[in-house]
């Protein structure tokens, strides 16, 4: 039998070696006899330890409160040990019960990991895909190119998750990131997709009001608008916003991601920080002070090593190499036009 048709025939035979090795775990722990556990109690126990609340997670699985709680009650019978402890805010989990909840999140990621290589078994390009980057690539220069993709793979459904925070793509937090450095965890095949540089920018509007800086010091005469540089960021763009602020700048107005300083700087707020992709994707804005940059910020494509045959993920890796090449040839152009 397959691996495909034995996953069909009975997905949760997938997670028996885990469920063994919990129970050898346990035995090892407690001398009396443990119970083979079933499906239905660990995934019930699972929710309840992820929610720490019977009433949450009773929510979730469209359970009653009392359905829940003598499933959990059942376990722990089985078990011959106790699970939470309790009390009025809520449910902590035990000893034992961390035990058990590291063995059940370890089988889950088994069996997600077991549903995409399904999923990836066919033919056509179909289901979620969870996508992580930082929220300034994300929201101004991945999501406006996203029609392509979805116009390509209509039935692809993509989970973009924008945050500062590196997920672990080996724990399949995410199954494709896209950072501004190289990842450093193990098992990721990773691929260099492009370089930035953080510059100063404005409206054409603002320069025709206000007049462009000449110097770094002129900036003193402007309105800086940046991410504050204790904020969650690439390092380059610490490092630039804390030279420039050197300059004696009297008016500051710093936003927690680039999307916001983008908004501030179309509104003819005052000079703003930006990765240079927005200033060429934008048509209202203009370098200003065009020798003033970050050193150079590497972008990287990363995704674990089992993935590599997904054709989810070769879809669109393939999508971003494209619109990378179009967004170099476009820069080509602007250099020579």
């Known amino acids: 039998m397959t691996y495909q048709a034995e996953f069909r025939e009975n997905p949760d035979r997938l997670l028996w070696p885990e469920r063994d090795y ?16 079933d499906w239905d109690k660990l995934r019930i126990f699972h929710a309840v330890a992820d929610a720490g609340s019977l009433t949450h997670a009773g929510d979730q699985l469209h359970l009653s409160q009392s359905a829940v709680s003598r499933q959990i009650r059942a376990l722990e019978e089985s078990l011959n040990a106790t699970l939470f402890h309790r009390h009025a805010r809520g449910l902590i989990l035990t000893e034992q019960g961390e035990l058990l909840f590291d063995a059940t999140r370890a089988m889950l990621k088994r069996l997600e990991t077991a549903t995409a290589r399904i999923r990836d078994s066919e033919e056509e390009v179909f289901g979620e895909l969870r996508v992580t980057t930082t929220t300034g690539f994300g929201t101004l220069w991945l999501a406006p190119r996203l029609p392509k993709l979805y116009e390509k793979y209509p039935d692809l459904k993509i989970d ?15 199954d494709v990131a896209i950072r501004m450095k190289e990842p450093s965890q193990a098992d990721l095949i990773r691929k260099r997709l492009m370089s930035v540089h953080m510059c100063l920018c404005a409206t054409k509007s603002y320069i025709e009001k206000h007049g462009a800086p000449e110097t770094p010091e002129d900036l ?11 904020s969650a960021q690439v390092g380059a763009a610490a490092t630039l916003v804390s030279e420039l602020m050197t300059n004696d700048i009297q008016s500051l107005l710093t936003v927690n991601n680039y999307f916001g300083v983008l908004q501030g700087v179309l509104q003819d707020l005052g000079i703003g920080v930006l990765p240079d992709y927005v200033i060429r994707d934008v048509p209202q804005l203009i370098r200003v002070l065009p020798e003033v940059q970050s050193v150079e910020v590497p972008v990287f494509l990363a995704y674990p090593e089992e993935l590599r045959h997904s054709k989810r993920i070769a879809a669109f890796r393939d999508f971003i190499q494209d619109e990378i090449s179009s967004y170099r040839k ?3 152009e602007q250099a020579l036009g």
């Open 22 to 37: 919990l129970l050898l775990r346990f035995r090892c722990s407690f001398p009396q006899k443990v119970s083979v556990m």
């Open 160 to 174: 973009l998750m924008l945050e500062e925070r590196v997920l672990d793509l080996p724990m399949r937090e995410a």
């Open 220 to 230: 003193q005469y402007h309105r800086l608008i940046c991410q504050n540089p204790r």
């Open 330 to 332: 476009t820069m080509k």
